[in-house]
């Protein structure tokens, strides 16, 4: 009932002091506009930072360890199965580091509902030849589409294309910190040692730029075909599979689970990267903290300015009580104003917020290590302007509530009376 | 349907700050319909805290209240303000006009709160008003725009709005001069006389009180005339 009026008496006590009430909603704008920044520009450069890592690392990645078997020999033997053994200068078995049966394990992989997808991977030790002299290096051998899907290959090929390592044979995509110390320009051929000392010839088709840039002077890539073919391997031969979950939670549970399911080695991206996310969630936790602060100060602007307005318009209240408006009328009112200014305030602050995070998305932010990031990196998540819409209301309504309640609670005899 | 708009019945009422006091002492009286009341009295003799507990601004009180024969006693607020809204009009010694609104406005303000008629008919009636008290011209001015006697007219065109059981009046004419304050009496008895408005005004201008048709006098709490 009576919503039109009490919305109407709301906005003539505004707007009779539309420089207090400005000044309040600038307080809001700038607090929400802060947080949304803020929080957008942090997270950005989160996920940015998690990227770096997370991105190209497995969820989940199975290989064959070379160690001593769990279980020797003298231990199956019944005679001496209850005895306590002891074996002096145990050696590894001599088994390589293919992943035996890889296509059956890769098939059952990528009919689990919780997994996205299956990469396999070989890494072959290499040297590469420069004149007479040998570096050393990594040779990956990919499954280039796979590999582009799930790991996002191509961000990181800065020249040449992706997908010619697929399409040329005996293709390589250098390291470009092997490629500057082998001068070697796109469309040259290399030439390669393996471990085992045959000489292999190589086209160079693009340039791999990790950000790591140690990792970008000894790492290469070739695709699974090629490298199966450097090392004289069979086609079957994979030496890691690396796995890609819809929800990266799962990764140690399902890790533990691999690892007894087709007896490999498997190690979960949190065992192998824990220090990423206690890093981001703090960052994120700082933030969040941050952000808050501004919008609590914004509240207390308005419950300066509210308290104040009721101070001068005690005899507006009386009378208005005198005239039929109840204190709960009068509770509405400045319900209403406090609501208004945090909407109006609010509103603003969620648009100078996306427009300050766009801004910043502008600024060029060219680093050696990121050579995909251009900009300042931004997340323009949507729950951060619903979480910034819900607090401006959530703080003006506490602001406006105590002021609010003394309004209603004015006697208009004692005002009326001390005239 | 009975005559008597308002009934008071042994209505006691003490000051607790700082000392106790009795300023009303089981005052007891009626009024009728169309009826215009004066109640006088020496400063603190507790004309205008009767006046205020009549009212039922003031709920603080002993004794028993009918309005329109309906009791006020333990009442809740907002039942208390709807009876304000709906049978008193106030005009109280400053005219209590806001300043955020235009002369209309001020004078529509309590109807739109009633809510009884289109906002329309509202401002419609609220000129009507305007105009038996000859201030229609100036209904879209400011309130700080008028002089005292304008003002104190608005506030009572204000009172009338919601065609109320009784007018209401703490020494309206305390803050005029002598020509606006004639003025005011004499709307006051128009009121009465044309339109059988009842009105019970509290003043100690014993000139004032003289012209009206009933007295009632006051003196340390008690009833000494009526």
């Not at chain 1, 040259?188 to 040692?193: C, M």
């Not at chain 1, 917020?353 to 997340?379: E, R």
Request: hydrophobic content about 40%; charged content about 20%; aromatic content about 8%.
């Amino acid at each position: 009932m009576n919503l039109k009026l009490i919305a109407d008496v709301s906005k003539s006590l505004l707007l009779a002091r539309w420089k207090q009430t400005l000044v309040a909603a600038i307080g809001v704008t700038f607090g929400i506009t802060m947080f949304i920044t803020l929080l957008s520009f942090m997270s950005g450069l989160n996920d940015m930072l998690d990227g770096l890592i997370l991105n190209r690392t497995p969820h989940i990645r199975l290989y064959n360890e070379i160690q001593a078997s769990e279980q020797q020999p003298v231990d199956l033997y019944p005679a001496y199965k209850n005895h306590h053994n002891f074996v002096r200068s145990l050696k590894p078995k001599d088994e390589l580091l293919q992943i035996h049966n890889s296509a059956p394990i890769i098939e059952a992989l990528k009919k689990d509902s919780r997994v996205l997808g299956v990469a396999p991977k070989i890494t072959a030790q290499v040297f590469y030849n420069v004149g007479s002299i040998d570096l050393t290096g990594v040779i990956n051998g990919i499954d280039v589409e796979e590999e582009n899907r799930l790991y996002f290959f191509s961000t990181y090929v800065t020249s040449g294309n992706y997908i010619d390592l697929k399409n040329t044979p005996n293709s390589i995509v250098l390291g470009k910190g092997a490629a500057e110390k082998m001068m070697a320009a796109i469309g040259d051929v290399i030439q390669v040692t393996t471990s085992k000392g045959e000489r292999f010839q190589l086209k160079v088709v693009g340039y791999f730029q990790s950000g790591i840039s140690d990792i970008d002077k000894v790492q290469s890539y070739a695709n699974l075909n090629t490298t199966q073919k450097l090392l004289g391997e069979s086609t079957g031969y994979i030496t890691d599979i690396q796995v890609k979950l819809y929800d990266i939670l799962q990764a140690p549970k399902m890790a533990k689970e691999l690892h007894n399911k087709f007896n490999i080695e498997a190690i979960d991206i949190q065992t192998a990267n824990s220090q990423f996310e206690t890093g981001s969630s703090v960052r994120t936790l700082i933030s969040y903290a941050v952000g808050v602060t501004l919008l609590i100060v914004a509240g207390f602007g308005i419950y300066n300015i509210l308290n104040m307005m009721i101070y001068e318009k005690m005899d507006s209240i009386a009378i208005l009580k005198a005239t039929g408006f109840s204190g709960n009328d009068v509770n509405k009112i400045f319900i209403t104003i406090a609501l208004s200014i945090g909407i109006f305030g609010g509103a603003l602050g969620l648009l100078f917020g996306f427009g300050l995070s766009a801004l910043i998305d502008q600024i060029p932010f060219n680093t050696a290590s990121l050579p995909t990031v251009k900009t300042y990196p931004i997340n323009y998540n949507p729950r951060f302007y619903m979480i910034g819409g819900v607090f401006s209301l959530v703080t003006t309504y506490m602001a406006g509530y105590f002021p609010s309640r003394k309004a209603s609670k004015i006697d208009p005899v004692v005002i009326i009376r001390g005239k | 349907m009975s005559n008597i708009i308002l009934e008071a019945k042994k209505i006691t009422k003490f000051f607790h700050d700082p000392l106790t006091v009795q300023v009303l002492k089981e005052i007891s009286f009626s009024i009728n319909r169309s009826e215009f009341v004066s109640v006088i009295g020496k400063s603190g003799c507790g004309k205008s805290t009767l006046l205020y507990i009549l009212s039922t601004m003031d709920t603080d009180y002993e004794g028993e209240l009918y309005i329109d024969g309906v009791a006020m006693r333990n009442r809740k607020e907002a039942e208390l303000a709807k009876v304000r809204n709906e049978k008193i009009g106030f005009v109280f010694q400053f005219h209590y006009l806001l300043n955020e609104f235009s002369v209309l406005k001020n004078v529509m303000l309590p109807g739109l709160k009633l809510g009884k008629y289109s906002d329309k008919e509202v401002e419609h009636r609220a000129m009507e008003k305007l105009k038996i008290l000859g201030i229609d011209n100036e209904a879209l001015k400011n309130p700080n725009q008028l002089s005292g006697g304008q003002k104190q007219r608005v506030a009572i065109a204000r009172a009338l709005i919601n065609d109320p059981l009784i007018i209401m009046g703490d020494e309206p004419t305390g803050n005029l001069d002598k020509k606006n304050s004639e003025i005011v009496f004499n709307i006051f008895q128009e009121l009465a006389s044309a339109y059988h408005q009842s009105l019970l005004i509290v003043t100690h201008d014993n000139e004032f009180a003289a012209k009206t048709k009933r007295i009632i006098e006051m003196e340390d709490g008690n009833i000494i005339r009526m």
